[in-house]
């Protein structure tokens, strides 16, 4: 029998899995696409995220009202441009702090795709979080980052290797607005925030061929969550061996 004092714990522990499982899914048309195009091979990725350097960031303060300490959280989203449609998971970083005027993220993620066009991005936002009185905390965007993953423009970077992001007032919502939907430069119509940038890293992981069956399609995880099937890494990166 469930006591009635536990209720509202049983519920927020419900709500917390709902959430880290709630998987979008990408647009029909865009799989017809892929599938077009003879895209059937799911790709494996690795994003590695660096640091955050936010020298002018927007309303940042290093502390509440109450004399408490701001944290920050980097979210990370895949995103389809052409049809401008969030889908997979959206993957929350720890809690991180500022000093000096850099964030230091230091994560691995880990993803698998087939749609290879260049309509899919991943689309990073910074949060600051603030405690409220009931323990709970505000989270109020503080700027976003667009990664090209699948370019055919000779122009762009290169899919894999360093990237440095620039990013941009407002929030990833911006992305839904019509006149986004016509372009497919944003810096056209996005404005910078002026010495922001994300560092950050992609590449091709082609050791996630093996264990792609034991992660979703299109789903952020991290080197250091525990994946079923998979062994503990000691290293914090994805630890590829099967468990026995």
């Known amino acids: 029998m469930v006591k009635t004092e536990d209720t509202p714990d049983m519920a927020d522990g419900w709500r917390e899995v709902f959430e880290r499982s709630r998987v979008l899914p990408p647009p029909s048309q865009t799989v017809r696409l892929a599938l077009d195009n003879h ?3 799911s790709l494996g990725s690795q994003l590695t995220l660096s640091r955050l350097t936010a020298a002018h960031l927007p309303q940042a303060q290093e502390t509440t009202g109450g004399g408490q300490e701001v944290t920050y959280q980097l979210r990370v989203t895949l995103f389809d441009r052409s049809h401008q449609h969030f889908f997979g998971n959206t993957w929350k970083s720890p809690s991180l702090r500022m000093k000096n005027k850099k964030i230091p993220v230091n994560e691995v993620l880990y993803f698998h795709t087939s749609l290879r066009l260049p309509s899919t ?3 990073l936002e910074l949060v600051s979080l ?7 905390q505000q989270a109020l ?4 980052a667009v990664l090209e993953l699948f370019t055919n423009r000779p122009e762009a970077q290169a899919a894999d290797g360093d990237r440095r992001l620039n990013l941009h007032h407002g929030s990833p919502r911006s992305l839904l607005h019509p006149l986004v939907k016509a372009t497919d430069d944003y810096s056209s119509l996005l404005t910078t925030i002026d010495g922001a940038h994300l560092d950050c890293a992609v590449k091709n992981h082609q050791a996630l061929v093996s264990v792609m069956h034991l992660l979703p399609e299109n789903v952020l995880i991290s080197g250091k969550e525990k994946i ?17």
Do not use: Y
Request: no cysteine; glycine share 14%; proline share 12%.
């Open 39 to 41: 895209f059937t091979q």
């Open 141 to 144: 965007g503080r700027g976003f």
């Open 228 to 244: 079923p099937g998979l062994a503990a890494s000691p290293t914090g990166k994805l630890h590829i061996s099967e468990k026995v």
């Open 130 to 136: 603030s405690p409220r009185p009931d323990g709970s």
């Open 121 to 123: 991005v991943v689309v």
